[in-house]
């Protein structure tokens, strides 16, 4: 599946940091505004426990994890949707990518110096915002322009539906409410997809905190004025300190484990937000699982099988003839396909039929 989360926020908040122990690359993370300029990118593995446990069972000769990619954006800064700071350059990328991960910095560090003197991540995260929400007011300002004679004078159907749908988001951006706050049914929707709002994309907050406070983040102030304005959006907030996870990053498990223990933390902040990231684009993960290989598949949720089938190979999806399915809990209880398959629980699915996350599937097909 070819999708992008992007990782932006202003600079020096800790951005090409974490990029840096997400693909455990060594991107430069300079003390100074504008050290990124082109994104850079990186594939990572998403962390499944239950791979693990099917390796196990099956003991395939090699598993193959599936993977989601990342995108380090340079940080923004104010006046970006007028091209200060290259901030034209910087909202394309933005544009490009699928979902945000908005990193924000919750310590201090007179080390490290801040674009705008001080530390108040709810300021930084309304800069942004604001910067996105006025490159799509311009977007859809221009899109009203082009529209509105054909809709208000010469009642062109198509041209009053996008023109209706144009003032509601008009109205809320001028608000300085993002367009993902506007709900649409699912004509309308399919305008406003066309239109490639920034502030439409899906948004996970990431709190970028101090090795000291990792462990206990509750007791971080700016940690929680982040959490109580993304509860406010319905989005979610991954606390991580950048700077330990790239230490992490270098390290083998056992070693790791034991860096953890001494944080105070049971898991990695990066598989927590690797994990929120492919949730938040709506993924989830099948499997594979023989004697050759057991692997994870992404898929869109609500994806049928034909198409599943086709993230494997295309000739799946065309020759599809059906898919044999037995839930991972159910492999795991009966402790193989075949006992599962005795115990009723190995089902042949059709054509319509919307896979789910977790199922271990074998697709039959002819071409």
């Not at 932006?8 to 505004?33: D, M, Q, R, W």
């Not at 110096?113 to 799509?136: F, K, M, Q, S």
């Not at 223990?261 to 690797?274: M, N, P, R, V």
């Not at 949720?301 to 003839?321: L, W």
């Amino acid at each position: 599946m070819a999708l992008t989360a992007g990782i932006v926020g202003l600079p020096n908040v800790g951005k090409s940091t974490l990029f840096n122990a997400i693909t455990k690359s060594k991107v430069e993370a300079a003390n100074y505004p504008f050290a990124t300029i082109e994104p850079n990118m990186g594939v990572v593995e998403v962390p499944d426990s239950r791979l693990n446990k099917l390796t196990e069972l099956v003991k395939p000769k090699k598993t193959v994890p599936t993977t989601f990619e990342f995108t380090d954006i340079a940080g923004i800064v104010k006046g970006a949707s007028k091209g200060e700071g290259l901030g034209n350059q910087f909202l394309s990328h933005i544009r490009q990518v699928d979902a945000i991960c908005h990193v924000t910095r919750c310590f201090e560090d007179e080390n490290i110096t801040h674009v705008e003197g001080r530390i108040d991540p709810l300021d930084d995260i309304a800069v942004i915002n604001l910067e996105l929400i006025l490159a799509d007011l311009e977007t859809v300002d221009k899109r009203i322009s082009r529209v509105e004679k054909l809709a208000t004078k010469q009642k062109d159907k198509d041209a009053i539906a996008e023109y209706n749908v144009l003032v509601k988001l008009k109205e809320s951006l001028e608000n300085d409410k993002p367009a993902r706050s506007v709900e649409f049914n699912e004509d309308e929707d399919k305008i406003v997809r066309g239109l490639f709002l920034l502030t439409r994309k899906p948004v996970l907050y990431v709190a970028n905190v101090s090795e000291d406070e990792v462990g206990d983040p509750d007791n971080n102030k700016y940690v929680q004025q982040v959490r109580e304005l993304a509860a406010g959006e319905g989005s979610e907030v991954i606390v991580i300190c950048a700077r330990a996870e790239e230490e992490i990053a270098e390290l083998d498990e056992e070693d790791k484990a034991e860096f953890l223990e001494a944080l105070g933390i049971e898991e990695s902040g990066l598989d927590q937000l690797i994990r929120a990231a492919y949730s938040l684009l709506g993924l989830s993960t099948y499997f594979t699982a023989g004697v050759q290989e057991v692997r994870a598949w992404t898929f869109r949720n609500g994806m049928k099988a034909p198409a599943c089938a086709g993230v494997i190979h295309t000739d799946f999806e065309r020759g599809f003839i059906r898919a044999e399915v037995v839930s991972y809990d159910d492999l795991l209880e009966h402790g193989s396909e075949q006992a599962a398959k005795v115990a009723g629980r190995l089902r042949s699915e059709g054509k319509e039929y919307v896979m789910k996350d977790g199922d271990v599937v074998h697709f039959l097909f002819n071409v």
